[in-house]
């Protein structure tokens, strides 16, 4: 059965690159990789998507390793305003699976 | 915001009733996904909908049943209500569902108390 797991938890200073990784082993060919924001009581918020290789937009980066098996998003120079927790999604047609997410807390 | 809505945002109810939970998708979004959230748990994946027709089902009980109407707005009807059926509820929408690169755009769910 395909699953996907995250870090609980971590936590982080003001500032600092923060690397959040997933690890989905059994990821099919047709998956992609999405990872989402949550704030407590607020509907997930779309961060980053990626197939492979690597992807960069204005907030983070996602990195994909060639086997796939796992992926690792990375927030550069987080503020406190990044405190919340991030979901990974591996997801095709007819197949949603989200990691029971990581809840960062980011310290002054 | 964006630009799905669900309603109600809050609804309290006793075990064994049954409730109905109302979303709509943003303008031009074909599909539509429900996901339940219980306190301090991940996301679970319900069922998605894409252009009135079911596309994938996760981990819905018998108990819950889903519609994707001809307005492509959706309903999840929550049935034999009990206590561990309290959770937020999230409806998402994206501009298509027939693969796993469409964004999901979250509304900002239903908060479902069971008494």
């Known amino acids: 059965l395909a699953k996907t797991t995250q870090p609980i938890s971590m936590d982080s200073y003001e500032g600092q690159e923060v690397n959040i990784t997933c690890s989905h082993n059994n990821i099919a060919t047709n998956d992609y990789i999405t990872w989402y924001q949550q704030f407590p009581s607020q509907g997930p918020r779309f961060i980053i998507q990626g197939y492979k290789t690597k992807v960069t937009n204005e907030v983070a980066s996602l990195f994909i390793p060639a086997d796939r098996k796992s992926s690792t998003l990375s927030l550069p120079r987080v503020s406190l305003s990044d405190t919340a927790v991030y979901y990974c999604?591996?997801?095709?047609?007819?197949?949603?699976?989200f990691g029971q997410g990581t809840e960062l807390s980011v310290k002054p | 915001d964006s630009g799905v809505t669900q309603t109600p945002k809050h609804l309290i109810t006793a075990t064994g009733q049954r409730v109905t939970l109302r979303c709509s998708p943003r303008s031009g979004d074909l599909s539509v996904y429900w996901y339940q959230q219980s306190l301090d748990q991940g996301l679970q994946f319900l069922i998605q909908y894409y252009n009135g027709e079911e596309r994938a089902k996760g981990n819905i009980l018998e108990r819950f049943s889903a519609q994707q109407f001809p307005d492509l707005h959706s309903e999840l009807n929550l049935s034999s209500l009990e206590l561990g059926d309290s959770a937020l509820y999230f409806c998402?929408?994206?501009?298509?569902?027939?693969?796993?690169?469409?964004?999901?755009?979250f509304g900002p769910g239903t908060r479902l108390t069971v008494l």
């Open positions: 998402a929408s994206s501009v298509d569902g027939t693969s796993g690169k469409y964004e999901q755009f």
């Open positions: 999604l591996v997801a095709s047609a007819r197949k949603l699976i």
